[in-house]
């Protein structure tokens, strides 16, 4: 990394001022990305796809895999040809068609789609983390809060995405959520790409339109107005620090550019620059991509070939490496397998958590509960909701598709007359709500965002106040508590599944609580192993290794995917499916996370013991990593 550069930048909060660039520009790829993902599985299950849930998972799987796999070639191609910026640049336009390919119905567009994002991510997620790290000096203490200022902004974007793209795609249509993802990218590009000034107008305008948005597109209740106006506050502020720290400086020229600046254009294939040949390349990539998507068992072996080998090179290179090298690039790599572990469950959010909340958390914010003194009463025009799923209510049991048909029709008319039942009520309806609020299951990933908003900067002090004191955590307790709290996370939604009412309905606070945990626990692992791997990677190959960190999520997505195909319910593979009451569903959710939570807590012990070890091997003191190195 050029420590000229990171040496001579002006700062802000201790900080360069070129992170808060970095910032936004990640915020919007982030914003893009989430946005997708909050409705993808819906997407799949609910819109002209009509895949079940095996299905919808084996292709999310497939997908989530690959997006964490490619990161390892395009971390490659920016250390040996294009250099950092470079790549985030062909990264960020792969993407954005990605995301517009998306408004285009049809199964060929739909996977074409899929494969511009991925292919887009490889260039782009690996080289703007690995650019952070490059603004700061060898050995800074300011790293790891650096990165955790980076991670809010990653949040930051995932935060507003489904309060935005997974809402209105929701509401008003799939393409629009779709299509607002497509303006994110282009707005975090064109962040990355203008001049200071310029940043400076995108940032600010785009907050203020996005805050606009998230007042005027919400389903108008006071709770989840409160929730948008909190995002809306938090981005605002962002907006206002980021502009305060760019009038002081811009992001460093040098930062991110090539070691060779001829390798460019070179020609290794004869009368082809590198940079057409690696465009060529990608171009010819997709149509692959799309074909392996369709078939989770293929992606699986294509990712365990391809995996394997980038792990080997990376083996192979630290047991060639000196000493020092050698025993930090072993943490990298054992810490890879800890973190592989914590994503495989973490990404249950966007699969069966997901469609956990859909189906068995009782999201409705009730105007009325019916109790036994309502028995023999009529209830006039009740609007169809969750409530009323497996329940019989006029002589029909309502399905999670006739739920879904219900809400359509009155976000599209008259609520008062749409989508409503009159009834006689039984003692089978009490405890059912009547009326309220209906929130949407996507726009619940934007919790754990939100939290690491609240978070994000407690931590950030917390690690600085433990510094300063000799008392900061090293790396892997810090991994270790990740994982304990990821497991407590699954216990809460186990005891919640465990404890639901009578309808099959667990209650909204336990799936808050575990998002909470779950989130908590992101953070001591997360921006921690980022930083980790700009400290401990060698400077010949920070983007390479950072790309390895990434592809051990993308054997947690497979691993997740499958994870989450145990709690598969509902019909056939073919044509639409009939989801079975929550009664018949809560149990299975619960025994799954329930198992999750063993497995995570146990692995959190197990780092913790081999924490003393790992933190040797660091080699964090700069005169006995001398000694050891034989200086």
């Not at 990376?314 to 050698?326: D, P, Y």
């Not at 939290?451 to 994000?456: A, D, E, Q, T, Y």
Request: glycine share 12%; with cysteine.
């Amino acid at each position: 990394m050029n420590t000229a550069a990171a040496s001579t930048q002006r700062t802000i909060f201790g900080h360069p001022t070129g992170l808060f660039m970095l910032f936004f520009a990640e915020m919007w790829e982030r914003f893009s990305y989430y946005g997708m993902r909050a409705l993808l599985v819906l997407y799949m299950i609910k819109g002209f796809l009509q895949y079940g849930d095996k299905q919808a998972y084996a292709v999310y799987g497939a997908y989530t895999a690959l997006v964490y796999a490619t990161p390892f070639i395009g971390g490659m191609l920016a250390d040996r040809i294009l250099g950092q910026r470079r790549a985030v640049v062909i990264g960020g336009l792969l993407m954005a068609a990605g995301h517009a390919v998306m408004a285009i119905e049809g199964v060929t567009p739909f996977y074409i789609a899929l494969s511009l994002v991925i292919l887009g991510n490889g260039f782009f997620k690996p080289n703007i983390s690995t650019m952070v790290g490059s603004l700061y000096p060898v050995g800074s203490p300011k790293r790891d809060g650096g990165f955790t200022i980076f991670y809010m902004g990653v949040n930051l974007g995932a935060a507003l995405s489904p309060l935005l793209c997974g809402y209105i795609g929701e509401k008003y249509g799939w393409h629009y959520g779709f299509g607002l993802a497509t303006i994110g990218m282009l707005i975090g590009l064109a962040t990355f790409i203008m001049p200071t000034r310029i940043t400076q107008l995108l940032i600010g305008a785009g907050a203020l339109l996005t805050s606009w948005s998230l007042y005027k597109y919400n389903p108008g209740g006071p709770q989840t107005m409160a929730v948008n106006m909190c995002i809306a506050g938090a981005l605002l502020l962002s907006a206002v620090a980021a502009i305060a720290a760019l009038s002081r400086g811009g992001f460093p020229s040098d930062v991110g550019q090539p070691k060779d600046t001829t390798a460019v254009r070179k020609c290794t294939i004869p009368g082809v620059p590198n940079w057409l040949a690696i465009l060529l390349g990608t171009a010819l990539l997709v149509p692959g991509i799309a074909f392996v998507l369709q078939d989770g068992t293929l992606a699986t072996k294509l990712l365990s070939v391809f995996g394997g080998l980038a792990f080997l090179s990376l083996i192979v290179t630290a047991f060639r490496s000196e000493k020092v090298e050698r025993q930090r690039l072993f943490v990298v790599l054992i810490l890879m397998f800890f973190s592989m572990t914590f994503w495989a469950f973490f990404e249950q959010a966007g699969s069966s958590l997901n469609n956990f909340t859909d189906r068995n958390v009782d999201i409705v914010i009730n105007d009325k509960e019916l109790t036994a003194a309502d028995i023999g009463t009529e209830v006039k025009d009740a609007p169809l909701t969750q409530e009323f799923l497996g329940v019989e209510v006029a002589g029909k049991r309502y399905t999670l598709q006739d739920i879904s048909a219900a809400e359509k029709a009155r976000d599209d008319a008259d609520p008062a007359t749409v989508g409503t039942v009159s009834f006689r009520v039984t003692e089978a309806h009490v405890g059912m709500g009547i009326g309220g609020e209906v929130l949407k299951a996507s726009v619940f990933q934007a919790v754990n965002p939100m939290c690491i908003l609240i978070f994000g900067l407690v931590l950030t002090m917390l690690w600085g106040v433990l510094a300063a004191r000799g008392l900061e955590p090293s790396t892997p307790i810090k991994f270790g508590f990740g994982l304990l709290q990821l497991g407590l996370g699954f216990g809460a939604l186990w005891y919640g599944a465990k404890h639901g009412d009578r309808h099959g309905f667990c209650g909204m606070e336990w799936l808050l609580l575990g998002y909470l945990l779950h989130t908590t626990g992101e953070l001591c692992i997360s921006p921690v192993g980022l930083s980790m791997v700009t400290k401990l990677s060698p400077a010949k190959m920070v983007s390479t290794v950072m790309g390895g960190w990434f592809l051990s999520m993308a054997f947690s997505s497979d691993l997740a995917s499958k994870i989450a195909q145990l709690t598969a319910v509902g019909g056939g593979e073919d044509g639409p499916q009939v989801i079975p009451p929550p009664t018949e569903t809560i149990g299975i959710y619960g025994g799954v996370f329930g198992q999750i939570a063993l497995y995570a807590m146990g692995a959190g012990v197990l780092v913790m013991l081999l924490a003393p070890l790992l933190k040797s091997w660091m080699h964090e003191d700069p005169a006995a990593t001398k000694k050891a190195a034989g200086h």
